[in-house]
Structure formats: C-alpha cells, structure tokens
C-alpha cells in the first residue's frame, strides 16, 4: 500500500506545480476580502477529499484517503510559504485565523475549525516501504517526501519555514491547536 500511496502522490506533482505557480502570482496583487473567501472556501472543498462520498465509495479502509491527506497538507503549507515568499503577510494571518467550516462526517460538532484541520500525516501509512525503497531509516518518510518533491524553482527553506509558523502559531497561548512542523529536520543551519 506504501508503493500506491506515494505513487499515487507523485501523480499528482504536476497539479501541484500549477496551483503553486498561480497563488505565487495571486498573492503577489492586492488581495481582496472576497478573494480570501475564495481561498478558503476552495480549502473547505479539498478538504472534503478525506473521507469517503456514500454515494461513490462502498468500501474504504483507512489508507485510501492518504494521498489526499498529504496532498492537502502539502498545497496549505505552500499556501502559506508563497506567502512568507511574498511577504504577505495580511495574506497568511487570512489563512491561519480564518474559521473553517469543514464537512467531517465523522464529526458530531458543527462548528468552524481551525487550519490545523489540514495536517494530514501519513508517515505510519508509508514508512515501511519509503524506508525500504529508499535504503534509509527516515524519521518522517512524509516530511522527506515533501521535501523531495519541492519543485527547484521553489525554495524549499520557504516551505520548511511554513511549516514552522504553522507550529509556531498553533502553540500561542490563546490557540490549543495542534501542528508538529514534520520538516523542520531539513532546516539549513
């Protein structure tokens, strides 16, 4: 499952790259409030990729979504490092304290939530057969995937340091979320 799970994430690296490219050159203008409404309702929607559709899926177990949920973690942390890049900083403050109102099916409670709802680890899913195909004994096989796939355009300090804000943002004292920074570990010193 290891093998489909990360191929399955190659697949999509193309998809990235172009919605990489265009929010670079979004978050460069003058962003208005509905255009942050777009952002947010377009994470809203991706992050219905999660779970199963009743109407398509008849069975699932817990590794079929695991390529949506890294690649959800993936396009928020280069939203917020095309921000960091763009020095946007109104853009990221938009995106972290912004309420979102996630479908969860297995979720009873119909409030908003936080943007820590877009951590998608799947490191138990992979780690197995990344390790082995890559003859390493990765402590986040997630973390260095992402980074591997960081395109060369892109600096990959940028999307670490996301990463880290998001950590960092998510421990103040007046949020109780949860965000561990998976790629801090490739930070140049």
């Keep these: 499952m290891g093998k489909e799970i990360c191929d399955n994430i190659n697949s999509y690296t193309h998809l990235r790259d172009d919605f990489i490219f265009f929010f670079d050159k979004v978050v460069k203008i003058d962003l208005k409030n509905d255009d942050f409404d777009i952002i947010i309702k377009f994470l809203e929607k991706i992050y219905s990729l999660k779970f199963a559709n009743e109407h398509d899926i008849t069975s699932w177990n817990d590794y079929t979504f695991a390529n949506f949920k890294f690649f959800i973690h993936e396009l928020f942390l280069y939203l917020i490092a095309i921000g960091l ?105």
Excluded: Q
Aim: glycine share 0%; charged share 25%; hydrophobic share 35%.
């Design 85 to 189: 890049k763009n020095e946007n900083y109104v853009f990221i403050e938009e995106i972290l304290y912004s309420a979102y109102f996630l479908n969860d099916p297995y979720s009873s409670k119909n409030e908003p939530k936080h943007y820590n709802s877009f951590f998608g680890y799947i490191d138990n899913k992979i780690k197995s057969y990344y390790n082995e195909a890559n003859s390493n004994n990765f402590l986040s096989p997630m973390a260095d995937l992402m980074i591997k796939r960081s395109p060369e355009w892109f600096d990959k300090d940028d999307l670490i340091n996301a990463d880290l804000l998001c950590h960092y943002v998510s421990v103040l004292p007046e949020n109780k979320y949860k965000w561990f920074p998976i790629t801090y570990i490739y930070i140049k010193k």
